[in-house]
């Protein structure tokens, strides 16, 4: 079964800092498709940043471009997001996501990931 759970969300002011992690559980993330997704009320969910741990294959929103650092630690299966320079705009609550098929690179395609966390909420105040 696999299981993805998300922390590190918070609060914190424009210009501030946060790092969101993501464990993942019965699915490896080496080789696959792992991506970060965010959703504000009353908006479309919104792909932040995407990456294939042990290949060269990342992608970010253009939105966060600049800001935001997707990385991993494959030897524990957990993802990360660093987040610099937030704005009031990043507000959101943020979700891990895993693509269902294994092997293949899908971006930002919100389609090919199955797999989700529960969400962890990010506000950045002005």
């Known amino acids: 079964q696999v299981q993805l759970v998300e922390s590190g969300g918070g609060s914190v002011q424009a210009g501030g800092s946060l790092r969101l992690s993501c464990k993942a559980s019965?699915?490896?993330?080496?080789?696959?498709?792992v991506a970060w997704f965010r959703q504000a009320p009353g908006k479309e969910r919104e792909g932040v940043a995407a990456?294939?741990?042990?290949?060269?294959?990342?992608r970010y929103g253009d939105s966060v471009k600049g800001r935001f650092t997707i990385s991993e630690d494959n030897a524990e299966d957990t993802l990360y997001l660093q987040m610099n320079s937030l704005k009031p705009e990043d507000t959101a609550t943020y979700f891990c996501?895993?693509?269902?098929?294994?092997?293949?690179?899908?971006?930002?395609?919100?389609?090919?990931?199955?797999?989700w966390g529960q969400g962890t909420q990010v506000t950045v105040s002005s």
């Open positions: 996501a895993a693509a269902g098929s294994r092997g293949l690179w899908y971006e930002l395609n919100l389609g090919a990931y199955s797999y």
């Open positions: 990456m294939a741990p042990g290949t060269n294959f990342i």
């Open positions: 019965g699915y490896g993330i080496t080789g696959n498709s």
